[in-house]
């Protein structure tokens, strides 16, 4: 079997995802135990102690929740956007008819949900969290499908990675257009104009990283002042950076490959997790789930991404290819297009940190965590069972070269 162009970045990339997943979840249960403990004092006060950066031009002032949210996360989309440029340039979205069928799902999986969470709260002021049900969280769905082993088709693994980035674009799209309350233009014109100075270094082959990054950081600040939220810097940062080699380093990686490299481990292993611990620890009191359970938002949550997700993969994507727009994927069955549709209702990451922006309420954000936590369990648990039910009806022969593929690919 010949071996993939691009099946080491993609190995490398799920295998991370697949372990950051165990390190999400044991945040994710620490943050939940500490917030409910005696010493849920102590959480609180940890979250809000402040966090003082003073770099030349920058100088900032933050709590340690804010400044996880508003810098550490921007390195999390920082790495998130050379994913997608690198799924865009040489990934599986780099061919159209490969690219139609995750983009479809990931349409289909944007819309549905966010359409059910409004119906839910429509009326309300809480129909402003629309966007918290959209995204896919990569870390935990591909730390579902990992614990299946070589049962599941390689083709599936890749449609799931696919749908995920195309997920990530489009909430980071719905973050910078939706949830952004003011804008002060001229910090952003400042945005603006240092991210054509990295076009430029660019346009000039600069093959160092330093420049990059120390624009970059500016480039954040910029936009962290502007009003538009920061993160979205470091998107626009990745789309920048090259992804071809230099002139004269031929053959050598380049600069957003070294770059990703480097950083997608810190992103996988400290920062998301991180960002869980800070960001999970909802108090899960009698009174507490009463009032989420009669509340719009955790309903609205929790019906978009378990039902919401998985009528909006799975039913874009199969009438996609039952009317020939597209292929269906090589030992891939509309069961196990069922199951994957569940894993993308695992929204843990981007759910919780369009939660932040979306409410301002306690209420509502403990509400809407909620929902998250509740629904993400119920769509790990219903996708296992029925990816594991898919893998049960599969032929012995198809299981074989499955595992072959896998073992070429990820080996």
């Known amino acids: 079997m010949r071996k993939s162009r691009f099946s080491r970045p993609v190995a490398r990339f799920l295998a991370l995802e697949s372990a950051s997943g165990l390190l999400l979840l044991a945040a994710t249960m620490l943050a939940l135990v500490w917030a409910n403990s005696p010493w849920k004092d102590g959480y609180n006060s940890f979250l809000g102690h402040l966090v003082t950066v003073n770099a030349g031009p920058i100088d900032l002032h933050l709590d340690v929740q804010e400044f996880v949210n508003d810098a550490l996360m921007a390195v999390f989309f920082f790495v998130v956007g050379l994913e997608i440029k690198r799924e865009l340039v040489k990934g599986e979205l780099r061919d159209r008819r490969t690219a139609a069928l995750p983009v479809i799902g990931a349409i289909g999986g944007m819309i549905v949900p966010a359409l059910l969470y409004v119906a839910i709260n429509a009326g309300s002021s809480t129909v402003h969290g629309w966007g918290i049900p959209m995204a896919t969280d990569i870390a935990f769905a591909v730390g579902v499908v990992a614990l299946l082993g070589n049962r599941v088709p390689v083709a599936l693994k890749l449609f799931l990675l696919s749908l995920a980035v195309v997920d990530d674009l489009g909430a980071i799209a ?23 100075f990295i076009a430029g270094l660019r346009l000039l082959r ?25 993160t979205v810097a470091g998107v626009a940062l990745g789309f920048l950076i090259p992804i071809t080699a230099m002139r004269g380093q031929e053959g050598r990686p380049s600069i957003a490959e070294r770059l990703e490299n480097a950083l997608h481990p810190w992103s996988a292993y400290v920062i998301v997790p991180i960002f869980a611990l800070c960001n999970a620890g909802v108090v899960l009191t009698i009174d507490a789930l009463n009032d989420a359970a009669s509340s719009q938002v955790t309903w609205g949550v929790a019906m978009g991404l378990v039902v919401g997700k998985t009528i909006g993969v799975a039913a874009t994507s199969l009438l996609a290819i039952k009317f020939g727009v597209v292929n269906r994927p090589r030992g891939v069955s509309n069961l196990h297009m069922l199951g994957i549709a569940m894993a993308a209702g695992i929204g843990f990451t981007v759910a919780l940190f369009v939660t932040n922006l979306a409410f301002t309420d306690t209420a509502s954000v403990d509400q809407s965590r909620i929902g998250i936590l509740g629904a993400s369990l119920v769509a790990a648990f219903a ?29």
């Open 174 to 196: 719905v973050i910078a257009i939706f949830y952004t309350s003011s804008i002060a233009f001229g910090w952003l014109l400042g945005a603006a104009g240092v991210f054509l």
């Open 206 to 230: 600069v093959p160092s990283m330093i420049p990059y990054l120390l624009l970059g950081v500016i480039a954040w600040y910029c936009m962290f002042k502007s009003g538009v939220h920061a």
């Open 383 to 411: 996708a296992g069972a029925v990816l594991r039910l898919a893998s049960a009806r599969s032929s012995t022969h198809e299981l074989t070269l499955e595992a072959a593929e896998n073992a070429e690919l990820f080996d």
